[in-house]
Structures are given as C-alpha cells and as structure tokens.
C-alpha cells in the first residue's frame, strides 16, 4: 500500500510570509529529517512512502532499574527465549504459559537497566486484563484501552519469571510499554526537493519535487510512466477479451474467474500509474519555474523503518545519516544535482544489501 502525502502548505514557508511572533528565519542548505517512525515533518512535506503491513504483532518492553550489589541481579545473563525452547528456558516458558504469557519471542538484556521485550500476542494481553477491549488494530493500543495497573502486574510477572527479585523496581522512563509493529514504510524516494514558486497561481509558495528534481532521473521517470502504461493496457485488453461474452465459453469457469480478478487488479494498477504519471507531469511543469531549491534527506526510521525483530533499525539508521551527510557535502562541493544522485545511489544500495551478512 502507498501512503501519499501531500505538501502542507501551512508548515513549508517561503521567506516571503510574515512570521508569527515569536518566530525567525534561519537560513538552510539542506534539511535532513530524523524523526523516527511518526515523522510530523516528512507527512507534512509530502513525502510518499510504501507500507507493509503484517499480520498483528505487539511488543511489550519492560524496563526496570538494575541494582548491581544485589548478587542475583549480577548473575543474570542476556538471552533470547522462545516458546518450544526445552532446554534451559523450558522452566521460563512453562511459568510464562502458566501464567497466560503467550508470545513469539522473549529478548532479556542487561545494560544500565533490566531491559525485557515480549512480543505477546493480543488474546493474552486482553486474557490478562492489560487490554480493556477487543478494538480495531488502528486503536487497540490507545491510551484509553490499556489498563495501566494490569500492564505492570503483567510486566512484573514477566520480570520475576526471568529472575529478577521481588524488590526490583520499575524505571521512572517508559517503565512499560507497548508498541504496535505490524507494519513498515519506507519512503519511495531517497530524498525530496523543496522550491519556491516564481509564477503561476502558486507564486511566492514552497512547492516540493521528488525524483523528478533530478534532471537524467527525471527522464528516466517519464520513460517509466511511457513504457509501463501501453504494457498494463494491453494487459487488460487481453484480459477483457478473454473474459467477455465470446472467449468466455472457451474457459473453465475457475480459470474465467481468475482472469477476472486479473482484470480488476490491472484496471486499478492503471489508474494508479495514470494518477502518478499525471502528479509527476504537473512536478515537472512546476519544476520549470522553482528557485531556492533545498533537499530533504529523512534518515534513520523516517526514511526505512526495520522489520523490528531483525535489529536493523540502528545499524541502518546510522548508514542512512551518514549517507545523508555524504550528500550534503557533495551538494556543498558539486551542487543539487550531484547530490540527488548520490542519495538515490546511497537509498538504492541500502535496499539491495544483504543486511544478514557481516
Ligand atoms: C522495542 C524496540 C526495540 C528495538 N530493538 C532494536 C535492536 O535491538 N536493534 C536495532 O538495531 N534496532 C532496534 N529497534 C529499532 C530502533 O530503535 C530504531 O530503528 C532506531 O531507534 C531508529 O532511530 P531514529 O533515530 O531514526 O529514530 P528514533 O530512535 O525514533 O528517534 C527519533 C527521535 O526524534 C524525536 N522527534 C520526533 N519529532 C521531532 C521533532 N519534530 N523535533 C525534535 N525531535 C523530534 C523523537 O521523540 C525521538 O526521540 C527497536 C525498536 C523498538 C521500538
């Protein structure tokens, strides 16, 4: 699924408007955007992105304070437990069941903190009372749903079924929280390009590029739209004649009805691209007439969110700054243009790699 958002024309200023007081201009080169996940500023600039979503998934993170003089808080090791261990964890995940734990995988680290991470499915945290109702994905985490004191009971269940004593306590920063991963976006493009308008009924406003602020992926863009768009078409025709009154008896009914939902889906592929190439079209007509452009870099989580249980998001998060600092200084030395590419270069290679190997 895409998430497209469109340019706020209340958040992105040109130096043109009268601030509220209170507020000053500062000049900028580039703007990189490391937000995390819920980036404001990357939905408020209109940067696209494609969303994955899964199938339910909720981490529970307890946190609690770690009290090195005591002996058995020292003795405890980092590990990893999962529901059919039946070595050493088994007597952990015997207890966990026992106690209407259910979960995929159970993380314990030992840093400045007690640091616990379940991901524990639904049915046990509303068996366990942490979750007042059954509601829609999109609301099942909201504050007026969780039952805070229940949480901690569950939270400290958890805790004493690792090991740690009865006397431990909870830390004042997000003591216990729960999260919501069942879904990851990634920006469709590596970075977006932000102008002023020096004509036309938008004159004096920001307006926003994407992959068309660069001029050889621009026209490689247009080919795409070019190329693609007859190949989908045809594709549909195809489909329409097969499926219609007079190739229809050459088929058997589950194939016809096959073809049929092929259809549907090139019809609605179509008009995805046909709304695409024509938001692009209407980019690059305003292209034409922006000035002051600057680049927008997300990194970290606002560009490419990690599927959570692989423990990419720092590494990547720290490739991604990186990578956007290279293009900032590119930009210094050889401009807009060599930066785009260096960034979409960067962007495309992060996709590619293999993340697993060392
Ligand atoms: C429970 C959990 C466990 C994880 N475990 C691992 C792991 O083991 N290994 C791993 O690699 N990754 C792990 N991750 C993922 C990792 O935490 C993220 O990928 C990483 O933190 C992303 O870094 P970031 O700087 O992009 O975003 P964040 O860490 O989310 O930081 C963004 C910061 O920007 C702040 N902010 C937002 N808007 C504004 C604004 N307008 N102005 C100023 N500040 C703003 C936010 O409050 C936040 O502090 C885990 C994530 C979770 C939730």
Not at 65 to 78: G, H, I, S, T, V
Not at 225 to 245: G, S
């Amino acid at each position: 699924m895409t998430q497209r958002n469109s340019l706020d024309a209340t958040f992105a200023l040109s130096a043109d408007v009268t601030l509220p007081g209170g507020l000053v201009f500062l000049p900028f080169d580039a703007l990189l955007i490391a937000e995390g996940e819920w980036s404001n500023s990357c939905n408020r600039l209109g940067i696209d992105k494609a969303v994955n979503v899964f199938s339910q998934a909720i981490g529970l993170i307890i946190n609690m304070n770690y009290d090195a003089k005591d002996a058995a808080e020292r003795q405890l090791r980092d590990r990893v437990v999962r529901p059919n261990d039946d070595g050493e964890h088994k007597r952990i995940v015997d207890d966990l069941k026992k106690a209407g734990v259910d979960f995929e995988f159970i993380e314990y680290l030992k840093g400045e903190t007690h640091y616990i991470v379940v991901t524990i499915t639904k049915a046990s945290l509303l068996g366990l009372g942490a979750l007042q109702a059954d509601l829609p994905r999109e609301r099942l985490l909201e504050r007026s749903n969780v039952d805070e004191e229940k949480l901690l009971g569950a939270a400290r269940t958890v805790a004493t079924i690792f090991g740690l004593p009865a006397e431990s306590s909870f830390c004042d920063f997000h003591p216990v929280k729960l999260f919501d991963f069942s879904s990851r976006a990634k920006a469709l493009c590596g970075y977006k390009v932000l102008g002023v308008c020096t004509g036309g009924s938008q004159q004096g406003q920001v307006s926003s590029l994407d992959i068309e602020a660069h001029d050889e992926l621009g026209i490689a863009e247009a080919a795409y739209f070019e190329r693609a768009l007859p190949e989908l078409r045809a594709t549909a025709m195809e489909l329409q004649e097969a499926t219609d009154d007079d190739g229809r008896s050459r088929l058997t009914e589950r194939t016809r009805l096959a073809k049929l939902e092929r259809l549907h889906q090139a019809r609605a592929d179509i008009a995805a691209l046909e709304e695409a190439q024509r938001a692009f079209k209407e980019r690059v007509e305003i292209k034409r007439g922006l000035t002051s452009l600057v680049p927008v870099f997300p990194v970290g989580d606002s560009l490419l969110e990690p599927f959570w249980p692989q423990g990419l998001g720092s590494n990547r998060g720290f490739h991604s700054a990186l990578d956007a600092a290279w293009a900032v200084h590119v930009l210094s030395v050889q401009g807009l243009q060599a930066s785009l590419l260096e960034r979409n270069f960067a962007y495309d290679l992060m996709m590619q790699m293999n993340w697993f190997s060392k």
